[in-house]
């Protein structure tokens, strides 16, 4: 069965680093997802993608935060200048089609620490 | 989005049937009710979806009250890998996903 990867696994930064998190969508998906769990709290929903834009930020994903398609297969979260409180796990997910929130598929999320 | 109400943390015996509530008293016409899961700070996991009948997949049964202001999200044989956090997510068809602090099943051998 195809699966959303994400890279790495872990990351661990120095505050006021950037760091670029990776994942590789399901291939024929062209929705993409970030989000975010701080440790013992809730998945919240950062960022949508579809053809080279975003169609849907939260208040969360603020300046420091960025995405990109970079290729055909991947796509990036970029945090500019980290923050001891981005410290979380980050979750990539696709879809093949829009407005379908069951058919979103989610990777095994990239751990942050920020030191 | 309407809000859900769900208990923070339920048990369950291995084999046994798991029943997991949620109430959805505000919930509108046009929304659905998906149930997804997280194991162990896993990505989440999409389970089932209705909106007024009864569903079933090959992973759980969906029970939805008359009134929609409920439902029971049903593992019919729950094994220990059922173990996870369960969300039940109330809204129209959408690309965002809210998700609450769901329930905690535990699963016993």
């Known amino acids: 069965e195809p699966e959303v990867t994400q890279t790495p696994s872990h990351q661990v930064t120095q505050m006021g680093q950037e760091v670029i998190l990776r994942c590789v969508p399901i291939s024929n998906h062209l929705y993409f997802y970030w989000y975010r769990q701080i440790l013992g709290q809730k998945v919240e929903f950062l960022v949508s993608f579809y053809n080279n834009e975003i169609s849907e930020k939260s208040e969360i994903f603020d300046d420091q935060f960025s995405v990109e398609r970079p290729d055909g297969s991947n796509f990036t979260l970029k945090i500019r200048s980290t923050k001891l409180e981005d410290s979380a796990m980050y979750f990539c997910?696709?879809?093949?089609?829009?407005?379908?929130?069951?058919?979103?598929?989610f990777g095994p999320g990239t751990r942050l620490t920020v030191t | 989005d309407a809000k859900t109400t769900q208990p923070t943390s339920m048990d369950c015996a291995e084999g046994r049937a798991a029943n997991l509530p949620c109430n959805h008293s505000?919930?509108?016409?046009?929304?659905?009710v998906y149930w997804y899961r997280q194991i162990h700070s896993q990505g989440p996991q999409y389970i089932i979806h209705g909106l007024k009948n009864n569903e079933t997949n090959e992973m759980a049964s969906l029970i939805i009250t008359e009134d929609r202001k409920s439902s029971t999200l049903i593992l019919p044989h729950a094994t220990l890998r059922d173990t996870a956090v369960y969300y039940c997510?109330?809204?129209?068809?959408?690309?965002?996903?809210?998700f609450g602090t769901g329930t905690r099943l535990q699963v016993f051998p």
């Open positions: 505000t919930i509108s016409g046009n929304e659905y």
């Open positions: 997910a696709s879809s093949e089609y829009s407005r379908r929130a069951y058919e979103q598929y």
């Open positions: 997510i109330v809204s129209i068809h959408t690309d965002k996903l809210i």
